[in-house]
């Protein structure tokens, strides 16, 4: 990434922007900090609306996570126009339960697709 950015962007947000088998991201620098900083930004927002549906509905952390994920995946889309792509979609669903204490809730395939996050 740009040294001159002061932003910390995680390697499994940079993971997401790179081709398969090619360490470097298929994207400018610029872009991928500008797509952080929107998924970061949804999933620290996600964090009270996460707590307020597990209080309203009485649920497990797992079943609002995949709440979350479903209505996330839903505005997803590969096209310029989306809001989120799949990947960033999951990315901010497990950065939310991250920030949310949550981590261990997380399905197999997200937490294996989260790896950098949760270290």
Excluded: Y
Excluded at 28 to 52: K, P
Excluded at 57 to 85: H, M, P, R, Y
Aim: net charge negative; with cysteine; glycine share 6%.
């Amino acid at each position: 990434m740009d040294d001159a950015s002061q932003i910390h962007i995680p390697e499994s947000f940079i993971r997401l922007h790179a081709r398969p088998n090619q360490p470097r991201p298929a994207h400018l620098a610029a872009h991928i900090a500008r797509r952080f900083e929107v998924c970061d930004d949804m999933a620290a927002a996600l964090v009270t609306r996460a707590q307020e549906v597990q209080f309203k509905l009485g649920i497990t952390e797992a079943d609002v996570i995949d709440k979350v994920l479903e209505g996330l995946l839903e505005l997803a889309g590969e096209d310029a126009d989306s809001v989120l792509s799949p990947p960033e979609a999951r990315w901010v669903v497990c950065h939310m339960a991250e920030q949310l204490g949550w981590a261990e809730h997380l399905s197999p395939e997200l937490r294996a697709m989260a790896g950098g996050l949760l270290q």
